[in-house]
Each structure stands twice: as structure tokens, then as C-alpha cells.
């Protein structure tokens, strides 16, 4: 089981409880079928992907980043029990989406980068290792199920 | 992995933008790279790893440097930084995953200085060229 140290958690709620999860979610996806293109492949039924512009404007896309982010409250809420809380996602990346592991820690850097665009300075250090550390332990939660 | 013209043009425009906080976003970088990633640290037995150490200024301001003058001569990192490539791969020796660690903190230093500027376009251009840094960076490694 991961060990949190109450700073730890206090860091990652305090973020939380701040974060728009729509504009996050939807800022982060985007950024992740941008900057990592090939991240795209998972997405043909989305429509119009085509230029950095149509990604961001993408309905579908806002929608489902939206959807990811919702679910990451999860782990937030459920810090200790994160393994549990994603066991059956996990199945479902793996069985029927069929998502190679590495896109959830691509996707979880991402969501640093745009975690720290949003908090500028308030995102300090302490903060960042705390965060990387969450995005870290849900990567690995949902990598765990795979066979 | 090739840098478009837009890829160099976006890159360009950050780092002109930088120039003058490059030891301040250096030193940045290191100080949240030795925090979030604590590995990195065994690199720098011989340092002060405090908050405000005059070593991470220094060293910070010396990688700074290395990715200004790559990004001023953007068509040849290669050219650009093979003394810096001999060095890792002869001395330093630094294990290729780090520079990825590294990366990812600098461009978390722009999100929080620079967010206007670190638009998606920019994002996906600077995380580019910051692999193809490591990539020269670890070329002579095998």
C-alpha cells in the first residue's frame, strides 16, 4: 500500500479542491493528443483531430477529458485505497480499450504541466513531488490488472 | 523524432523569452527535479541540495545555458553540444531516463512563469527539442 504523509495529502486536496475539473480534464487531454500525436490512435471515433486548433475545440474530446479527470477525483478521495478504487478500470484499459500502460504516465505528466500553468507559483516543489507522486500510484493502479 | 520549422521557430520564441532568468529557471528546474524525482540527487553527492544553494545556482545556470545555446543553433544541437555529449558519456555517465525527469521539470518551470506563452503548439515543440537534447546528450553513451 502507498504511504502518504499528511503533508502529502494536504497538498493534493488542497490542489484538488481547486482545480475546474472540466477545464482541467479537457486542457490536459488535448494537450496529451497534441504534444504525444500518436496518443490519437485511441480516438478515430472522435471526429476532427486534425490541427492543434480542432483538438482543442473537439467536443468530444472536452467531454472525455472531462470523464478522465472526474474519475482521477477518485483517487483523490480514496488515497489510500487507490489499487482497489481502480481495479475495475484497469480491466476495462486493458481488456476492451486495449491502452498501452506508458499513455497513463504520459497523460499524467500532462496533467502536472497544466497543473502548473493553472497554480503558477502556489504549485511549489513540495507540491510537484506530491502530484507526480498521485499520477505515478493511479498509473501503476491502472497497470494492474493487465495480463 | 525532427524538429519541423515550426518546432524550432516555437522553441526559439521560448527561449528568447528566457534568456535573461537562466540561472533563476535553471536553478529552478534542478531544485523541483531533486524534489519530485529524489533519484536524481545521487548524481550530486557533492552538492548542496538546499533550497537556495549556491551550487544548484550555478548549475542551474550552466544547463540553462546548454539548452539557450541549443536552441540558437537549432539546425545542429548535435554540433552545438558534442563537447557536452562527450562529457556524459565519458564522465558523468548520467542514466538516459533522467533526462526525460529533467525535461519535464523545465517545462514545468515555464508553465509556471510563462503560462501564456506554453500553448499547446509550444508544449508539444519545447518537449521535442527537449528530447532531442537528451537524445545528442546520451548519443556517444554506446
Redesign the interface.
Known amino acids: 500500500m502507498v504511504h502518504w504523509s499528511a503533508e502529502e495529502k494536504q497538498l493534493i486536496a488542497s490542489v484538488w479542491s481547486k482545480v475546474n475539473v472540466e477545464e482541467c480534464g479537457a486542457e490536459a487531454l488535448?494537450?496529451l493528443l497534441?504534444?504525444y500525436p500518436w496518443t490519437q490512435r485511441f480516438f478515430a471515433s472522435f471526429g476532427n483531430l486534425s490541427s492543434?486548433t480542432a483538438?482543442?475545440g473537439n467536443p468530444k474530446v472536452r467531454a472525455h477529458g472531462k470523464k478522465v479527470l472526474t474519475s482521477f477525483g477518485e483517487a483523490v478521495k480514496n488515497l489510500d485505497n487507490i489499487k482497489v478504487t481502480y481495479a475495475k478500470l484497469s480491466e476495462l484499459h486493458c481488456e476492451k480499450l486495449h491502452v498501452d500502460p506508458e499513455n497513463f504516465r504520459l497523460l499524467g505528466?500532462i496533467l502536472?504541466?497544466?497543473l502548473?500553468?493553472?497554480?503558477?507559483?502556489d504549485?511549489t516543489?513540495?507540491c510537484?513531488?506530491a502530484w507526480?507522486k498521485l499520477v505515478g500510484v493511479v498509473a501503476h493502479a491502472l497497470a494492474r490488472k493487465y495480463h | 523524432m525532427v524538429l519541423s520549422a515550426n518546432d524550432k521557430s516555437n522553441v526559439k520564441g521560448v527561449f528568447s523569452k528566457i534568456s535573461s532568468h537562466a540561472e533563476e529557471y535553471g536553478a529552478e528546474t534542478l531544485?523541483?527535479m531533486f524534489?519530485?524525482?529524489p533519484q536524481t540527487k545521487t548524481y550530486f553527492p557533492h552538492f548542496d541540495l538546499h533550497h537556495g544553494s549556491a551550487q544548484i545556482k550555478a548549475h542551474g545556470k550552466k544547463v540553462a545555458t546548454a539548452l539557450i545555446e541549443a536552441a540558437n543553433h537549432i539546425d545542429d544541437i548535435a554540433g552545438a553540444l558534442s563537447k557536452l555529449s562527450d562529457l556524459h558519456a565519458q564522465k558523468l555517465r548520467v542514466d538516459p531516463v533522467n533526462f526525460k525527469l529533467l525535461g519535464?521539470?523545465f517545462?514545468?518551470v515555464m508553465?509556471?512563469?510563462h503560462?501564456s506563452a506554453?500553448?499547446?503548439?509550444v508544449?508539444?515543440s519545447l518537449?521535442k527539442f527537449l528530447c532531442a537534447v537528451g537524445n545528442v546528450l546520451t548519443s556517444k553513451y554506446r
Do not use: G, K
Not at chain 1, 502548473?116 to 507559483?121: D, E, V
Open positions: 488535448a494537450r497534441i504534444v492543434p483538438i482543442l505528466d502536472i504541466i497544466v502548473a500553468s493553472h497554480f503558477a507559483r504549485f516543489p513540495a510537484q513531488f507526480q | 531544485e523541483r524534489t519530485t524525482y519535464q521539470c517545462l514545468v508553465a509556471i512563469h503560462p506554453l500553448t499547446p503548439e508544449h508539444a518537449d
